[in-house]
C-alpha cells in the first residue's frame, strides 16, 4: 500500500494541481493524477446523502442497513481496511486519538460508522478490531455506538461513490491505494463535512458534531465558536472569520461598559444621604478651592 505522504508528494508534483483542486485537498482531476495513482481521492459530496439501504454485516455478525443507524445523533464514518498494515491504523488511531480529547462519548452523544472497502473481509475481523479501538477509546457505553461493518462489493461501491472515496486495488502487493478522511453526517444521514488525512483537530470535530447535530448537541460556546469559526471546503478545516469575531468584540465591549455604568448607577442610588454636617463641610471645602483659585487668578 502507498502511504499518505507517496501520494501527497506525487499529487504535489503535478503543476497543475494547485488549479485543479477545488473539491477538497484530496480531489485532484484524475488527469493531474500520477498512472498508478489514477483512481485514488476524495471528491467531497456537501450535503450529499449517504444511501440508508445498503445492506451490511456488523461485527457481530448481524445483517444491518445503514439507515439502521440514521435517525437519533450525527455520525462520524469512515472508510478503511481491516488488515492493511499501514495508513488505515494511523486514521483510525487519529479518530480514536481526537474523540478521546472531545467531551461528547461516543453512543451517547454521537456514533460512529467504520466501514471496510474490502470485500474479503469478515465480521470476525471487524470485531477484533473493534477490541482493539474500544480499549484504546477506554470510554464505557462506546461498544454500542461504535459499528465495525463488512460487506459485500455491490454495497461498498455504492457507499465510496456517495461520499467520493476513490481507491484503487493493486493485484501485485495485495493492497489498496486510497487518501484517507472522515465525513461527519447528519442524523439523516447527509454528509456535513470532511476531514482529512490521519490527524483531526479536536477542535475541529467537536466544531463538526455540533453543526451536524444542528445545534442538539453542545453548549453556548459552541455557539459563539461557530459564529466566529467556519469550515472551509478546500482546506477541511475550520478557520477564523475576522468580521465575525470583530463584531463579538464589540459587542462584548459595549455590553461590559453598559453593565458597569449600571452597577455605578445603582450603587450610587444606594448610597446613604449625607448628613447636614457632612454638606456644610463639603460646601466650605469647596468655597475654599473657589477662594484660592480666584487668587492666584488676581496674583
Known amino acids: 500500500m502507498f502511504s499518505m505522504l507517496a501520494i501527497l508528494m506525487a499529487l504535489a508534483s503535478s503543476q497543475a494541481l494547485s488549479q485543479a483542486m477545488t473539491k477538497g485537498i484530496m480531489s485532484p482531476p484524475s488527469n493531474v493524477r500520477p498512472p498508478y495513482l489514477q483512481n485514488v481521492g476524495i471528491e467531497q459530496h456537501l450535503d450529499g446523502q449517504v444511501p440508508s439501504d445498503l445492506a451490511f454485516v456488523d461485527d457481530a455478525g448481524r445483517s444491518v442497513k445503514l439507515g439502521d443507524y440514521f435517525g437519533k445523533k450525527p455520525l462520524i464514518l469512515n472508510l478503511v481496511y481491516y488488515n492493511c498494515t499501514m495508513l488505515c ?47 484504546r477509546y477506554g ?26 472515496f476513490q481507491y484503487q486495488y493493486d493485484p501485485k502487493i495485495n493492497q489498496y ?32 458534531l455540533v453543526e451536524a447535530s444542528k445545534g442538539k448537541i ?22 477564523a472569520v475576522v468580521t465575525n469575531m470583530l463584531r463579538l468584540g464589540g459587542g462584548l465591549t459595549i455590553l461590559i461598559v453598559g453593565v458597569f455604568l449600571l452597577i455605578l448607577f445603582r450603587l450610587e442610588k444606594l448610597a446613604p444621604p449625607r448628613s447636614g454636617w457632612e454638606q456644610s463641610k463639603l460646601s466650605q471645602a469647596q468655597s475654599g478651592q473657589a477662594r484660592q483659585g480666584q487668587a492666584r487668578h488676581v496674583r
Open 89 to 135: 491504523g494511523e486514521a483510525l488511531a487519529g479518530l480514536t486519538g481526537a474523540m478521546k480529547m472531545v467531551k461528547f462519548d461516543v453512543g451517547n452523544e454521537f456514533d460512529v460508522i467504520t466501514v471496510s472497502f474490502n470485500p474479503q473481509e469478515t465480521p470476525a475481523i471487524a470485531a477484533a478490531k473493534k477490541q482493539d479501538y474500544l480499549k
Open 139 to 164: 470510554r464505557t457505553g462506546a461498544a454500542a455506538g461504535w459499528h465495525f461493518l463488512t460487506g459485500p462489493a455491490d454495497s461498498i461501491n455504492a457507499l465510496t461513490k456517495a461520499v467520493g
Open 177 to 208: 491505494a486510497h487518501a484517507t478522511a472522515i465525513m461527519v453526517l447528519t442524523p439523516q444521514g447527509r454528509i456535513s463535512r470532511y476531514f482529512y488525512g490521519v490527524d483531526y483537530p479536536p477542535k475541529d470535530l467537536r466544531m463538526g
Open 218 to 239: 453542545g453548549n453556548a460556546v459552541d455557539q459563539v465558536l461557530l459564529y466566529c469559526y467556519h469550515y472551509d471546503p478546500a482546506t477541511g478545516k475550520y478557520g
